[in-house]
């Protein structure tokens, strides 16, 4: 339990916020103090547990009992650092504010909803977090599954509100509850990506973009749509529509937002990389993408022995941002330019395969001709070079008029 003078503060504190329908003081009443990441097992029994605290409120003949009694016991759970209980009790400030929202009018809890929101969402994180430090299993992810559901809630509550949707307008007891939708949107793609469920993505993006809301939240709500879309493009091999979502997710993000920077380019240089557009060495710099400087060396140059070591140092990296396998058809283009290398070197359209082969044994990876010509017709397959290869002479005979079309790679 909590002393009496923070549960009286607490109460004072939401009763008037409410009375005043003041939308900001609301949000901060439901505002819970900062969450930690459990660092070792806490030995508690975790589980849901019954309300401990049975404090009346009611404004406006409105009952806001199971929110302030479920504030309460977060906090209370909160100063005993256990997290799978400040779960439960966020999950059933949640479910009460839900209700509360769709009896209320208009859109003057939307702020206090966003709050909830984005608590309850790192409540089941570090819930889950907890459960498999207690237990020693793998995270299965079970709060965060039943996270998804309150917040899959309030999106059908402030989507499907009847009020007409003013972009600007602001927050009041007439206004749309739809200005609310972009924020938990956000919230539920970044849920959706770490549980990887990425097909649940879709089922956001054609309501929202039917109605435009994706077009009219507050800028840092649109930058983070555009960077989730963005990799929902990418993952679906649509890298054109990937490229134009995080460059306008790049070219809004906030000055100051140097991390969120760096995350939308981790996806974008990726991206470029594959559409044969280099970054700059200053670029990679300032934002310490290290990572991908012998990608890019590798890739200006043809040297395959640089772009190869450069992507398997830093696999792990890739794979778990989940741009591993874009990052190896980028192969292509180095295969490319080593070739047009050699082009420029021997200086003739008719180029004998040995000379091809020697660059790949120069570069420390000897192959022999049937690999040559296997990368060579893929090449020319893909139209990355303009010319046919005759087996019989193992002959690469390139086209007299742009045979390395760039056109091509930036496409």
């Known amino acids: 339990m909590l002393p009496s003078s ?138 965060l599954q039943n996270a998804v559901t309150l917040l899959q809630a309030s999106y059908s509550k402030t989507l499907n509100d009847r009020t007409d949707f003013k972009p600007g307008e602001p927050l009041s007891e007439e206004g749309s509850k739809k200005v609310g939708v972009l924020y938990i949107v956000n919230q539920l793609f970044s849920m959706y990506f770490q549980l990887n469920t990425l097909r649940l993505c879709k089922n956001l993006l054609k309501p929202v973009e039917s109605r435009g809301i994706h077009q009219s939240g507050t800028m840092g709500e649109m930058v983070t749509y555009r960077y989730y879309v963005g990799r929902l493009n990418m993952f679906e091999d649509q890298y054109e529509l990937a490229e134009e979502n995080f460059d306008y997710a790049l070219k809004h993000c906030h000055r100051s937002a140097v991390g969120n920077k ?94 091809i082969a020697k660059s790949f044994k120069w570069l420390g990876m000897p192959i022999d001709l049937d690999e040559v010509e296997c990368i060579l017709a893929n090449l020319i397959y893909k139209q990355y070079i303009r010319g046919y290869l005759s087996h019989a002479k193992r002959v690469l005979v390139l086209s007299k008029k742009d045979p390395f079309p760039a056109s091509k790679v930036i496409k």
């Open 6 to 143: 923070t549960i009286n503060s607490i109460k004072s504190n939401l009763g008037n916020a409410i009375s005043a329908k003041n939308p900001q003081a609301v949000a901060n009443s439901v505002e819970l103090p900062p969450l930690y990441r459990p660092a070792k097992p806490s030995g508690g029994s975790g589980g849901s547990q019954a309300t401990s605290h049975g404090e009346q409120l009611k404004v406006d003949g409105a009952d806001w009992s199971p929110v302030l009694n479920a504030i309460l016991d977060c906090h209370a759970a909160i100063s005993s650092n256990n997290s799978e209980q400040t779960y439960e009790a966020q999950a059933a400030l949640h479910s009460a504010l839900n209700h509360l929202l769709g009896s209320s009018k208009g859109n003057w809890l939307v702020p206090a909803l966003h709050v909830v929101c984005r608590n309850t969402h790192r409540a089941a994180v570090l819930a889950d977090e907890a459960v498999s430090l207690n237990s020693g299993k793998r995270n299965d992810h079970a709060k």
């Open 262 to 355: 760096k995350r939308i380019l981790n996806y974008l240089v990726p991206v470029k990389l594959l559409r044969g557009r280099l970054p700059t060495s200053r670029l990679l710099e300032k934002y310490s993408l290290h990572e991908f400087v012998p990608l890019m060396n590798g890739m200006r140059t043809g040297n395959l022995i640089e772009f190869t070591n450069g992507l398997m140092k830093n696999q792990d990296i890739f794979i778990r941002r989940g741009t591993y396998l874009l990052l190896e058809k980028c192969k292509m283009i180095c295969y490319r330019n080593l070739f047009k290398r050699v082009y420029m070197i021997i200086g003739k359209e008719q180029i004998n395969l040995e000379y």
